[in-house]
């Protein structure tokens, strides 16, 4: 199950994603927003972040103007490693090397055709483990930390 989310900016785009995913028999779960009104990226982002945390959702996909404000966000969530990209290369290295949960894009910065590319590359790509993970770990500690 992907979770999927993004505010008021990149509406349309999420649609279209969405219909692209269903399309290759993706399951999605959309966490909204759900119409052109004017809404706040970092509940969106709270909302996906929480799902992927929590397990409900194996990955997520969020979506504003820039990707950045909801990048920010759902990296406020314990657990959640989000990137934002605007190309495959690092869209791929942040599977095999960080193993993020969250991928972020910005409906202002990336056309609808480059976006689906980057997020084909995201969800196929694996977790390289191995010397990575000391380093997953690592971030996981401070995380945990840091909030004490
Ligand atoms: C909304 O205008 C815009 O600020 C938002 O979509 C995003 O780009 C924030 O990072």
Known sequence: ?????????????????????????CEIHDFGTFGPERVDYCDLGFR????VARGECEKGLVFCGTGVGISISANKV??????????????KLSREHND?????LGSRVVGIELAKMIIDVWLNTEFEAGRH???IEKIACYEQQSEK
Do not use: Q, W
Request: with cysteine; proline share 2%; charged share 20%.
């Open 78 to 91: 314990r657990g959640i490693r989000a990137v934002v990209c605007s190309e495959p290369y690092s869209a």
């Open 1 to 25: 199950m992907i979770a999927i989310g993004s505010d008021h900016a990149a509406f349309g785009f999420k649609e279209e994603i969405k219909a692209y995913l269903i399309a290759k028999n």
């Open 133 to 135: 993970t000391t380093r």
């Open 100 to 104: 993020t949960n969250i991928l972020a």
């Open 48 to 51: 996906v972040g929480e799902a």
